[in-house]
């Protein structure tokens, strides 16, 4: 049997390109990568289904090959049911709580990076943020077409 507190969660440096490229292929948010269960990710077919936390509409969205790739060695690695959650933090725990929110911690430390920022710059400095990246890719896919 899965032990679900602790099965699932990951290194900081093995989840965090995954939550930043399901952000970014999926259109999904902080709280919405924090729901997603391992059912609702078809490795199969490269596409996650999920129903959006606000609105309750159902998306299917589609996943690069290389994201498939790290998809299938983090489940291999951190196997949980297929109706639990499909990411936990190190601790085990859901991504977001009422106290914690490991999604945003993780996208605002590799927007830092990128932007070679400190983690302890004053908030604004570090100028890529999660919405800037969806809005330009959304933009640049309805183009491309």
Excluded at 3 to 11: E, F, K, Q
Aim: some cysteine; overall charge positive.
């Amino acid at each position: 049997m899965v032990n679900n507190s602790t099965a699932a969660s990951a290194s900081v440096s093995e989840l965090h390109p995954i939550l930043f490229l399901m952000g970014l292929f999926a259109g999904l948010g902080q709280t919405e990568l924090s729901t997603v269960r391992r059912e609702e990710i078809d490795l199969a077919t490269a596409t996650c289904k999920h129903r959006r936390n606000k609105t309750s509409q159902k998306g299917e969205y589609w996943l690069p090959a290389e994201l498939v790739t790290m998809l299938k060695k983090y489940f291999r690695n951190h196997p949980v049911k297929p109706e639990d959650l499909a990411f936990r933090t190190r601790q085990g725990q859901p991504l977001v709580t009422e106290k914690s929110d490991a999604v945003r911690q993780a996208w605002d430390d590799s927007a830092g990076r990128m932007n070679n920022v400190p983690r302890t710059a004053p908030v604004g400095v570090a100028s890529l943020t999660m919405s800037k990246m969806k809005k330009f890719f959304s933009t640049l896919l309805t183009t491309l077409g």
